[in-house]
Structures are given as C-alpha cells and as structure tokens.
C-alpha cells in the first residue's frame, strides 16, 4: 500500500515513521512540503574502504565507555519486551525501501574494541548529520551522534535540518559538500523514490552515507554499497506496543478518534498499522475515522502539515461528538496541535490523547492523573544517534557493520516516567525537573 507523497517529510499518505514520527517516527517531526519525487538513478560506483592506520599519539586516550557501551535497559522498562529476541521482530529491511532484504540486528551487536577506536582516531574523519526536524526526539538523536562522533575521535563538521521537505535535504547536501566529508548520516522523513536522487552527489565523491529508516529505491544497502547502513526501530511493533497499551489503559472500552498525518513515508505508516493491528484484540475500543475505515495509507480521516493539525482536529472533534480518545501520530507537533483542539473545544478532561515520540509535554502530562495525555511512546533514539555514528566510523574504517540495526522502544508511564525519558534522551536530556 503506498501513498502519493504530498508531504515530503512524513508526506501525505501513500507513503511507507517515520517513523518516525516515527516515532517516529518516529516522530519528533516539524512541517513538510510537497513536492515530486526526483526520477531515480543508477547506483554509483563506491570506492574502497581506506586501508587501516596507525592511530597518532594524539589519538592514544582511553576508551570512553560511559559513550561507547550499551546501556543497561531499566527494569522498569521491561526488558524483554523493550528488547526481544531479534527472532521476534519481524521488520525487514525492504520494509523500509532497503534492498536486499536482511533481517535486523540489535544495534549493540555493533561494537568496536579500544584499537578500532583508536584506528578510527587516527583516521581524522569528518561528518555531517542533516537531520529532518529539531524536535527533541531529534535533538536527543544529535546528542547521541555528537557524543559517539566525540568518543571516535571523529569531527562533526556540521548539522543541519531539511524540516520534512526532500528540496531542503538537497539544498543542505549541496551546502556541506564543499567540507568534504568523509560521512554523512540523514534519512528520516524521506521518501525512498527520492532518496537515491538527492543523495547522488555524495554516493559519487565515494562519501560513507548512513541512513534513518529509509533506503533508497534502486540502490542496495551494506559493505560497499551506496548506503553503508540503515539505522532504525521495529516500527510495526512500536505500534503494536502501543496498541497494547491503549487497550490496557482503557479496559471497559473506549470510542478512539483517528486522525493521522496523509504522507508516504513508511516508518510512519508501518507504526500506525501495527497499532490499529493491536487493537483488533481489544473489540471494546471501537475505532472511528472520517470518510471510511482508518487506515495509514488512505487520505480520508487525516492533515497533510503535521505543523498545523489544530484546524483540522477540532472540525473533526466537531464531527465526531461522541469520542472520548484520539489519537495524533506523534507529539510534537501534531500532537501539540490536537492537545489545542481539545482546548479550544471546550473538551479537556473530556477527551484523551494516545500518541508518540515523548517529548517535554507528553513527560508533564504523564506525571499528573489530570494530564490530556495518557498513552506515550518512546524509543532509543539516543542509542539510535550513536549507532548511526559508529555505523559511518567503522565502514570508512573497513570494518564489518550490519546493513540494518534496529534499537528498543517501549511505552512510557507515570510509573515509570523518569526512566523512560532518560533512556530515550540519553545523558544531555534528562527528564525536565518540572515533571518529577
């Protein structure tokens, strides 16, 4: 199912979050803007890894593991849940636009030794990160890549953000170019048929490119190839861990509104179908959208600006009296901007919102019984940003890295509010102390 992309980042419908929001999606997403996908284009020729160096004296510092270990997951999480046996996760890469087809591995199966550390100082590398959005999902992305970028010796020259648009990702390609760097880490709301245009220029200087949640239709993914890496989370079953939890909020029933962001990106859709999957198990939540079943890859029952979900969730409050939970397809913004429709209708109190990607306000209407608020997802995208980082490390070092990673996510709750956060954000996020 695949929509016709008329958001760039997380586009209007038909798209493959993303994932975001994803969460997001991935979400911690910002506005989009339409336009056509540039043709596609042959996959260009990739240069050889460099050979191994000697790392200089100045490279010669101790490993930093506080940066370059996993972190434990908290109890409070639940482990097994957050993080199953990768047997159980049924992404694919070509899920995301990445060919060939691999299954996942768990980003902490990616880890370098103190002489790969020290081999990759010795390097002296440079990276750019354009990210999407400056959200605090995406802002705790950066910090993990800064800091692991920080750990390898590696010098981050510049970030940017294309803010959902496909013309903004070409235009801040173009502008980072002339740095000649040795790596570049992007993705994110972009729609594969677009990814392999734009991102020419960089595959044929021979530049490491390391990919969130998006590949690139008509090239492939892996060692040697135009995309070294593609970095993610199990979209599907965020979703479905979310649908888990809504039906758990909500035992006796609830009448859940559903409106979603039209776009074509497949990390948000794949997030979404997962959680209408979920709740087919709950036959108490009854679903209700516009214009004919709920469905991720329509264009009924949705907005096409996740920067602007305020107009269009209070005509469909309006329609739509008699529920009581709706749902936003990440928090900021389009959460933020449902939360205001609530308000102005009157209907605080009245209606819930169940959404994703926990941000600063989903963390202070959790922590009080009277938030809006009352199911928020979360992922890892901290640990996330340090593995798209060693991903890009190590392939310009030659070493072997897999061609799809996949790190935890999990739902957050008062209970288990600080913890959720903090693994989330990483160490130069911690939960606001407005929430505690």
């Known amino acids: 199912m695949r ?3 008329r958001h760039p980042d997380s586009p209007v419908i038909r798209v493959l979050l993303s994932g975001a929001v994803v969460a997001s999606l991935l979400s911690g997403c910002s506005s989009a803007a339409s336009t056509t996908a540039p043709a596609q284009s042959a996959a260009p020729a990739q240069s050889a890894a460099p050979a191994q160096s000697a790392a200089p004296a100045q490279c010669d510092t101790p490993y930093d593991s506080a940066v370059l270990d996993p972190r434990p997951i908290p109890a409070s999480l639940d482990p097994v849940t957050a993080k199953p046996d990768i047997a159980q996760m049924t992404i694919k890469s070509t899920d995301l636009g990445s060919n060939p087809e691999v299954s996942p591995q768990w980003y902490d199966t990616l880890q370098p030794t103190p002489d790969q550390v020290k081999q990759i100082c010795g390097m002296h590398l440079k990276a750019v990160f354009l990210d999407w959005a400056d959200a605090t999902y995406n802002q705790s992305i950066r910090s993990g890549v800064r800091q692991e970028f920080q750990a390898l010796g590696v010098d981050l020259v ?9 013309n903004g990702l070409a235009g801040a390609l173009a502008a980072v170019l002339p740095l000649n760097p040795d790596i570049i880490i992007t993705g994110g709301t972009i729609d594969p048929n677009q990814m392999a245009a734009i991102m020419k220029p960089a595959a044929d200087k021979g530049i490491t490119i390391v990919s969130w949640a998006v590949g690139a239709k008509g090239w492939e993914t892996g060692k040697g190839k135009p995309i070294a890496s593609v970095i993610s989370y199990d979209f599907f079953q965020l979703g479905k861990q979310m649908g888990a939890a809504v039906c758990k909020k909500y035992p006796n029933g609830a009448k859940l509104g ?30 209700i959208a516009d214009g004919g079943p709920a469905d991720p890859r329509g264009s009924n029952s949705g907005f096409s600006d996740p920067n602007a979900a305020t107009n269009d969730a209070a005509a469909f409050l309006a329609r739509h009296s008699d529920i009581n939970v709706l749902f936003a397809p990440w928090e900021d913004p ?23 990607d926990l941000a600063e306000t989903g963390a202070r209407q959790l922590a009080t019984a009277n938030g809006t608020i009352k199911v928020d997802m979360a992922q890892d995208v901290y640990d996330g940003g340090r593995t798209m980082a060693l991903a890009g490390a ?28 903090d693994f989330m954000h990483g160490p130069e996020y911690p939960l606001p102390v407005s929430t505690q």
């Open 334 to 356: 389009p959460g933020l901007g449902e939360m205001a429709a609530i308000k102005q209708s009157g209907l605080e109190g009245k209606i819930d919102l169940v959404t994703m």
């Open 3 to 5: 929509l016709r992309l």
């Open 158 to 166: 510049r970030i940017t953000s294309f803010n959902f648009d496909p």
């Open 258 to 287: 559903y409106l979603h962001y039209i776009n074509n990106v497949d990390a948000i859709l794949l997030r979404e179908e997962g959680f209408l999957e979920a709740l087919k198990a709950c036959p108490k939540i009854e679903v």
């Open 394 to 421: 190590m392939t310009k070092a030659g070493l072997d890295v897999p061609a799809f990673l996949i790190f935890p996510t999990y739902a957050a709750t008062n209970a288990n509010l600080k913890d959720a956060w």
